[in-house]
């Protein structure tokens, strides 16, 4: 006993420096793995930010042989007095709440599809991912195209109809310039999140089906019962990514339409990138993107809190 | 676990070097000059993507080179697209070459926000007199920039399609009125012959709109902004003749004269005959002259009522203001202002040359010639676009009021918003003083 108590004492001290010096190198290991992606965060995330905040009360301008003076709040009275940045509002809450629920459904459709054990399977996963891999850019020059007055969809409708359809120009009518770039953005996009659905499909385990099967469970409550909840996690990935997405809507525009007509496509990342570049106004485009990135800060909480786990 | 600490170490380390190393060089070398080290000077040119223009450069490079021991300019071309882009960062990480060429309407910008230094030809061989005054870059009385050519304005139809449909063939002398404009698209639309008589690049976008559109608003008498002091755009831009324009050009379109949006190759669709006429710039020139022959009328710009007009002002070179050699750059823009180099640019681009000497040197320019007019358009009728910093500006705001137009937008209202954005611009920014 005694001699176990004296050997304890021994060890104690022995094994607490241990621990200790475990530790820092534990500490030092981690700081040295999390310094890269530290370090560019703050270079290309938190730097900018906090320059936008401080231009944004500011008159800086792109070009000017003035030093950027304070102005208070101009920028933002200027901001609610400005039609074009409600319309630009609009339209981006107007293209994700119809690109948000589509894609992320239409994707689900697919990968319950594309997730079947049929022969060529493979092949349909392919062509239904192929427009993701293709740039962004790309799709919306070809697009441009098909959408003419005398391009390919207003030809193959014609066609179809047997000449009683006549097409019209797609992305030239404010009516339907919306409508054509949110039904090209799902069609490029939709490939990316089948993949992401797909891989929580199968993450479920097969003897959940098995059981459901014995059970004598027709399809929809197979459905409704297993693999839904079984996509829990999965949700809540493609709902915020495909959120943060459409909400930064700025490529399509900036190609297709650049915000016409009439406004009917001007988009918030559109119309920062607009006035801050080609007219020059950096600090009113900062102040554009401060205020789109509370709103956007809003929705993602909102977000998170309906989607939090519930225990 | 020790060895593996020590190399994560060792990589911080050498992390941490460099981006001390590349922060030391962007401070190191960012004093107040650039462009040039020692007496070789940095040229920047636009014209990447255009092989012809790009010659001419490269020849006038070389051949100043060759010509003294003492300075050596060295080229870096851009495409035209990344240009300005690739001039602005360059300015604010003060990188700008020491010689760079820059669109004219843009000028007075520049040389506002200090890109820009005054230079000074006297003693080159083409004296300043000589040339266009659409082809030299002043901003308040200052010489910042000079051109070797401009481009004009014009009308391109076939004869034999307006001696069909019974229309008059326009002069110098006598251009169309605005009544015998629309007269002739209403024949030629109730031909049935083309679904739009009239082609005008409106699939177009930049500033291909304020230079072919606002010489039209003038020429009914209205103007981007009032010149006289630049200091409100309101009751110019929105005022009476302005709106008449505005109405004009959307009954084009609604009368079906002319497509809300043009095909994305508005002169292969004229050369085609899917279109009548055609407003174009003199560029196209000769090659529908290759294409039609005789057949090609080069027809003024119509006369709607304040004289016809036409933009002016292209490409030109200047001296950026942070220059470390500028004595070497004030060589180099003298050496290039020789007559042969004012042939040359107008030879290789199909533009029209800066000065009289030169014109009568190209084929189809000189007096006489059949490209002769357009020299006579550009002497006649260029109107330069508002020399003001806030041109740039001013350019973004007409192209979406005519273009809200097109698309059916209230005239007087996209208008009134235009001007309003303006002289809000103008208002900001304490009217450009400085």
Partial sequence: MTTMIAALERLRPVRRTRTTHARRRESLTALGMATPAVVLLIVFVVVPLALTFALSFTDARLISPTPPHFVGLDNFTRLIQDPVFFKSLRNTAYFAAVVVPLQAGLALVLALLVNAKVRGVNFFRTVYFLPVVTSMVVVSLLWTFLYRQDGLINHMLSALTFGHVEGRDWLGDPATAMPAIILMSVWQGVGFHMIIWLAGLQTIPAELYEAADLDGAPRRHRFRHVTWPGLRATRTFVLITITIQALGLFTQINVMTEGGPLDSSTTVVYQAMRTGYEQQQTAYAAAISLVFFVLVLAVSLVQRFLTREKD | ?434
């Fill in chain 2, 1 to 434: 676990m020790v060895f593996r600490t020590r190399r994560l170490a060792g990589a911080s380390v050498a992390v941490a070097a460099a981006t001390a190393l590349v922060a030391g060089c962007a401070t190191g070398s960012g004093g107040s000059t650039s462009g040039a080290s020692g007496n070789t000077l940095t040229l920047w040119t636009h014209n990447a993507g255009n092989s012809a223009e790009l010659d001419v450069v490269k020849k006038i490079i070389k051949d100043f080179n060759g010509s003294q021991s003492k300075y050596k300019v060295k080229l870096q071309a851009f495409p035209q697209s990344d240009y300005n882009n690739s001039v602005v960062a360059a300015a604010s990480a003060r990188k700008l070459p020491c010689l760079l060429d820059v669109d004219g309407p843009n000028v007075a910008n520049w040389a506002w926000g200090g890109y820009l230094s005054p230079i000074d030809v006297s003693g080159s061989e083409v004296p300043l007199s000589d040339q266009l005054a659409s082809t030299v870059g002043r901003y308040k009385g200052k010489l910042y920039a000079f051109g070797f050519y401009d481009v004009a304005l014009t009308f391109f139809a076939r004869k034999s399609v307006l001696n069909t449909y019974d229309i008059r063939i326009p002069t110098t002398d006598k251009p169309w009125t605005k009544a015998e404009f629309d007269s002739a698209l209403a024949k030629l639309k109730k031909s049935g012959k083309f679904a739009y008589p009239l082609e005008m690049g409106t699939g177009g976008s930049g500033e291909w709109w304020p230079y072919a559109f606002s010489p039209q608003l003038q020429s009914f008498g209205g103007d981007l902004i009032d010149r006289d002091g630049y200091k409100t755009a309101s009751g110019t831009l929105d005022g009476k003749k302005s709106v008449e324009w505005a109405t004009w050009f959307r009954s084009l379109v609604t009368k079906g004269y002319m497509a809300k949006k043009s095909g994305a190759d508005p002169n292969k669709d004229f050369l085609a005959g899917k279109s009548a006429i055609q407003w174009d710039g003199s560029w196209n020139a000769a090659k529908n002259a290759e294409k039609l022959g005789d057949d090609l009328a080069i027809i003024p710009p119509v006369d709607f009522g304040d004289g016809p007009k036409i933009g002016g002002a292209s490409w030109q070179w200047a001296m950026s203001s942070t220059c470390s050699n500028k004595a070497g750059a004030q060589a180099w823009l003298k050496f290039s202002r020789q007559t042969k180099y004012f042939v040359d640019y107008a030879k290789a681009t199909g533009t029209i040359p800066g000065t009289e000497a030169a014109a009568k040197q190209v084929d189809g320019y000189q007096p006489g010639g059949k490209f002769n007019e357009l020299v006579q358009f550009a002497r006649k009728y260029a109107v330069v676009r508002p020399v003001t910093p806030a041109y740039p500006y001013i350019s973004t705001e007409f192209q979406k009021a005519a273009q809200d137009i097109i698309a059916g937008a209230d005239p007087k209202n996209a208008l009134g918003q235009a001007a309003k954005a303006i002289d809000n611009d103008l208002k900001s920014n304490n009217y450009y003083a400085g």
